[in-house]
């Protein structure tokens, strides 16, 4: 599977933004797509995850209620809408898939996407 990221960008405190992670190679039937992210001089850490065949969900405590993912079957793509943005989301933005249920480390997803910059400025 090749995932390709777009959609970060610069935005201030209290906006949104939406990211999209497209899929091609193979079908994603079965896998589970996840979003993760790195902040500078942090750790890699869980955002969100969507199994693709029935749209179960789950996100990280830190954006539950805030962030959104979803899929369009029909496109590969799976979606992460963020809004309440705060300073602390600033970071490189990556999606993922594997294989089966998911899973909250990211060295469990072997196909990876290059990052996407999000930005929020005060």
């Known amino acids: 599977v090749q995932l390709q990221a777009s959609g970060g960008g610069v935005v201030q405190a209290g906006g949104s933004l939406t990211l999209s992670c497209t899929a091609s190679?193979?079908?994603?039937?079965?896998?589970?797509m996840a979003w993760f992210r790195q902040a500078p001089g942090k750790e890699r850490e869980f955002v969100a995850f969507?199994?693709?065949?029935?749209?179960?969900?789950g996100y990280a405590d830190s954006v539950k209620d805030r962030f959104i993912i979803s899929r369009d079957i029909g496109e590969s793509t799976v979606y992460l809408r963020m809004g309440s943005l705060n300073l602390e989301d600033t970071a490189v933005y990556f999606c993922?898939?594997?294989?089966?249920?998911?899973?909250?480390?990211?060295?469990?997803?072997?196909?990876w996407g290059r990052g996407t910059q999000v930005t929020v400025s005060s």
């Open positions: 993922a898939a594997r294989g089966g249920w998911p899973k909250f480390n990211g060295d469990e997803y072997i196909f």
């Open positions: 190679g193979r079908t994603l039937s079965g896998h589970t």
């Open positions: 969507i199994m693709w065949n029935d749209g179960d969900t």
